[in-house]
């Protein structure tokens, strides 16, 4: 048994660090020690009441660290390997069967979060790419950027991007987007109102969560096309149905606790994807924060400014 910092959150607007207690690993697990940690739109959701769930609680779910301890029937992994994570603990225990091991060095550990790109290579399973879809992706925030660079490698004939911010809009250019759109000039407006009349897409993408978004998503689809719900929306949302019907689209949720097929180890091919450079956070990660700047990096993910795209805690010493 040892003990070990974890962050709670106690109740909405505050968190606390505490102490608790870790056993060894049992013999199917793994002891791991957190490096970095991503903060995502969930943990700000729960932090600041949007989401209700039972306090306290120890959040997280995108991290990496270190295997310190194995369980002696553990044969994959070993003392020293990196691996994903998730508690927002410096140490945790974790079931070793489905967890990968990082095969190449890992040099900045806060630019290497898989959960965020598991999320992404569901998603696009999903998809049900066909060769040639036109594509369009409503907004290009971090989970945007990263749907954009998985897109990329699919062969598409089009993958267009809309967002109001222009930095965002250059990474989606370098990430392989064949056009952007800004959304909020009167040029974007007109080339959306184009789209809608003459060029409608095979699947549209939406990954912004706001109610103006997901209500007019569906007239960028073709007829018998695919509206794909990729944000997460707290709270109810209204749409046309009667439109939805009409044009005869396929709606989907890509829920990303929910597997296309559970033979895949989809976390296991973010972590190799990761290592091939198709997916790449180093100009994603905008700020980092150590662990007990909780408070700090909470309120700056719950503001989102607008050089933000993705803040990590670090839980090195």
Same mark, same amino acid.
């Given at each position: 048994?040892?003990?070990t910092?974890?962050? @709670?959150?106690?109740?909405?607007? *505050?968190?606390?660090i505490?102490?608790?207690?870790?056993?060894?690993?049992?013999?199917?697990?793994?002891?791991?020690?957190?490096?970095?940690? +991503?903060?995502?739109?969930?943990?700000?959701?729960?932090?600041?009441?949007v989401?209700?769930?039972?306090?306290?609680?120890?959040? +997280?779910?995108?991290?990496?660290?270190?295997v310190?301890?194995?369980? *002696?029937?553990?044969?994959?992994?070993?003392?020293?390997?990196?691996? !994903?994570?998730?508690?927002?603990?410096?140490?945790?225990?974790? *079931?070793?069967?489905?967890?990968?091991?990082f095969?190449?060095?890992?040099?900045?550990?806060?630019?290497?979060?898989?959960?965020?790109?598991?999320?992404?290579?569901?998603?696009?399973?999903?998809?049900?790419?066909? !060769?040639?879809?036109?594509?369009?992706?409503?907004?290009?925030?971090?989970?945007?950027?990263?749907?954009?660079?998985?897109?990329?490698?699919?062969?598409?004939?089009?993958?267009?991007?809309?967002?109001?911010? !222009?930095?965002?809009?250059?990474?989606a250019?370098s990430?392989?987007?064949?056009?952007?759109i800004?959304?909020?000039?009167?040029?974007?407006?007109?080339?959306?109102?184009?789209?809608?009349?003459?060029?409608?897409f095979?699947?549209?993408?939406?990954?912004?969560?706001?109610?103006?978004?997901?209500?007019?998503?569906?007239?960028?689809?073709?007829?018998? +096309?695919?509206?794909?719900i990729?944000?997460?929306?707290?709270?109810?949302?209204t749409?046309?149905?009667?439109?939805?019907?009409?044009?005869?689209? *396929?709606? @989907?949720?890509?829920?990303?606790?929910i597997?296309?097929?559970?033979?895949?180890?989809?976390?296991?091919r973010?972590?190799?994807?990761?290592?091939?450079?198709?997916?790449?956070?180093?100009?994603?990660?905008?700020?980092?924060?150590?662990?007990?700047?909780?408070?700090?990096?909470?309120?700056?993910?719950?503001?989102? !400014?607008?050089?933000y795209?993705?803040?990590?805690l670090?839980?090195?010493?």
């Amino acid at each position: 048994m040892m003990k070990t910092p974890a962050i @709670f959150f106690v109740e909405p607007w *505050k968190a606390e660090i505490r102490e608790i207690e870790i056993p060894d690993p049992a013999d199917d697990e793994v002891q791991v020690k957190c490096l970095a940690n +991503g903060i995502c739109l969930a943990e700000v959701s729960v932090y600041s009441g949007v989401e209700k769930r039972d306090l306290p609680r120890i959040p +997280g779910h995108e991290g990496i660290g270190v295997v310190v301890k194995a369980g *002696k029937n553990v044969r994959h992994l070993r003392e020293g390997d990196i691996v !994903p994570c998730t508690q927002w603990a410096c140490h945790y225990n974790y *079931k070793a069967e489905r967890l990968p091991r990082f095969e190449k060095q890992v040099v900045d550990p806060s630019v290497m979060l898989a959960e965020p790109v598991e999320c992404v290579v569901k998603a696009i399973d999903y998809y049900d790419i066909v !060769p040639g879809d036109k594509v369009l992706v409503l907004g290009a925030g971090f989970m945007g950027l990263l749907n954009v660079q998985g897109l990329a490698h699919c062969p598409l004939t089009e993958l267009v991007v809309v967002d109001i911010k !222009p930095r965002n809009l250059e990474l989606a250019l370098s990430f392989g987007a064949t056009h952007v759109i800004r959304a909020d000039t009167e040029t974007g407006k007109n080339e959306l109102k184009e789209f809608q009349k003459t060029r409608p897409f095979d699947i549209v993408i939406e990954s912004v969560g706001i109610q103006s978004v997901i209500e007019n998503a569906d007239t960028y689809v073709r007829k018998g +096309g695919r509206l794909a719900i990729f944000a997460w929306h707290h709270g109810t949302r209204t749409v046309d149905m009667g439109r939805w019907h009409l044009s005869g689209i *396929k709606v @989907f949720n890509t829920a990303p606790q929910i597997s296309v097929d559970s033979a895949i180890n989809y976390l296991e091919r973010a972590v190799r994807l990761m290592e091939r450079g198709v997916f790449q956070q180093s100009q994603l990660i905008t700020h980092r924060y150590h662990f007990t700047q909780v408070t700090e990096a909470m309120e700056l993910a719950y503001r989102r !400014p607008r050089d933000y795209l993705k803040c990590v805690l670090l839980f090195s010493d």
